[in-house]
């Protein structure tokens, strides 16, 4: 139980783009996901939370005309990255929780390559 | 902000061997997780704890709540091969809050 899928797992796009990443629980229904960034050799940051039916809360320093978090279900969040650019190039790992007690459980990371 | 402090930072052991990381904080945490990441994935969750003191096993490994609430270890004993990746802590300082991340263990074992 609590399986979390991300696709694309990889996605490669030209400056200027937008790419979206699906977040989906599979066996569960997640009232709250979240979305992280990780650089290499470092730990996860959290960018944003998203509760199913209102707006996401981003954390100090995202911009969220830059990312767009939309949770329109239970089971589903999208994150699109806007006119992306190289800097943007991360490994982006979602995660997902059925309440407020409850354990987060992380899907398998999308890698950003932006040229 | 709220920082969890993990060590060691790295670790190649020989395989066999028991194998010890451990995270503190200044502040009281409710909750404390652990974590692996292997290369190129998402963080597997090891090990949830919710009360002081707790201490709990998973296999070979086993975690304890430290009683003051700032602090938590990860034991892994007779370590093996497929225990190389990335080790970490995590904790939230209020139900439901977010988690706050360790910089993680990179543990490396030698066959």
């Known amino acids: 139980g609590a399986v979390v899928s991300q696709h694309p797992s990889w996605v490669i796009c030209k400056s200027g783009t937008s790419v979206k990443i699906e977040c989906r629980s599979l066996d569960f229904q997640a009232t709250t996901m979240f979305w992280y960034r990780q650089f290499p050799k470092q730990s996860l940051m959290l960018m944003a939370t998203s509760n199913e039916g209102s707006k996401a809360t981003y954390e100090q320093g995202v911009e969220k005309d830059k990312f767009l978090i939309n949770h329109a279900s239970l089971t589903l969040s999208t994150l699109t990255v806007t006119s992306a650019h190289p800097e943007d190039s991360s490994f982006y790992i979602c995660s997902a929780r059925t309440g407020v007690w409850e354990t987060q459980y992380f899907g398998p990371g999308t890698r950003l390559l932006v040229l | 902000g709220q920082q969890l402090n993990q060590s060691p930072q790295s670790m190649f052991i020989q395989e066999g061997e028991d194998v010890s990381m451990n995270c503190t904080s200044s502040?009281?945490?409710?909750?404390w997780l652990w974590y692996k990441q292997d290369p190129g994935e998402g963080p597997v969750l090891l090990i949830a704890?919710?009360?002081?003191?707790e201490l709990t096993s998973n296999g070979r490994l086993t975690a304890q709540f430290g009683i003051t609430r700032k602090d938590s270890f990860l034991n892994i004993s007779a370590s093996i091969p497929s225990d190389v990746g990335i080790y970490f802590c995590?904790?939230?300082?209020?139900?439901?809050?977010?988690?706050?991340f360790g910089a993680g263990t990179i543990l490396r074992v030698k066959s």
């Open positions: 502040s009281i945490f409710n909750t």
């Open positions: 704890l919710y009360k002081a003191g």
């Open positions: 995590a904790g939230t300082r209020e139900y439901g809050n977010k988690l706050v």
